[in-house]
T-cell receptor
């Protein structure tokens, strides 16, 4: 029962470097999300996707890009990392259909930008 | 804009106590409310989901209630155990931009159950 898997779990970047976070789900869910979690601020939505080939901006999209080339994968990219992007990143997925569906989360990626 | 508040931010109780965690939200037009547990350095584990038409949901020692009109939910934990120590988050699902719904999270209650 893999569920939602995030890769990598930890990463340290230097300012200006780029990287891609991978989220993979094996539940055939249509919807996928990227959140960031910062102390005292709760989880905030970065980008989301309502299906293969679609992406949309969330609350805090600046500095991030995403792609959903395959239904099971949702990639989050940082083109030029900044210290303000130090955070814990969570991916989530849920089924399509009724909005009364449960969201499932990955284990998180802890990113530090120095 | 939906805002979710959880009070208290931290709570410490002795083992065996029954306890209540509170969640309030500003926009009552929600689809559902979900309670999560988060252990330090870990992801979110879904505990209970209450649909907007429901008043409560139960799972084992956990009972979640929802009063949509007043914008409140409570998570009741019976006979607390040290293994219940974690941060508990509530999140409400509302209509977002376009036709996509969105989850808005509270900042959580950090629970410690002591021996």
């Amino acid at each position: 029962n893999a569920g939602v898997t995030q890769t990598p779990k930890f990463r340290v970047l230097k300012t200006g470097q780029s990287m891609t976070l991978l989220c993979a789900q094996d539940m055939n869910h249509e919807y996928m999300y990227w959140y960031r979690q910062d102390p005292g601020m709760g989880l905030r939505l970065i980008h989301y996707s309502v299906g293969e080939g679609t992406t949309a901006k969330g609350e805090v999209p600046d500095g991030y890009n995403v792609s959903r080339l395959k239904k099971q994968n949702f990639l989050l990219g940082l083109e030029s990392a900044a210290p303000s992007q130090t955070s814990v990143y969570f991916c989530a997925s849920r089924p399509q259909g009724a909005r009364n569906t449960e969201a499932f989360f990955g284990q998180g990626t802890r990113l530090t930008v120095v | 804009k939906q805002e979710v508040t959880q009070i208290p931010a931290a709570l410490s109780v002795p083992e065996g106590e029954n306890l209540v965690l509170n969640c309030s939200f500003t926009d009552s037009a929600i689809y559902n409310l979900q309670w999560f547990r988060q252990d330090p350095g870990k992801g979110l584990t879904s505990l209970l989901l209450i649909q907007s038409s429901q008043r409560e949901q139960t799972s084992g020692r956990l009972n979640a209630s929802l009063d949509k009109s007043s914008g409140r939910s409570t998570l009741y934990i019976a006979a607390s155990q040290p293994g219940d120590s974690a941060t508990y988050l509530c999140a409400v699902r509302t209509l977002g931009t376009g036709t996509a719904s969105k989850l808005t999270f509270g900042t959580g209650t950090r629970l410690q159950v002591t021996l």
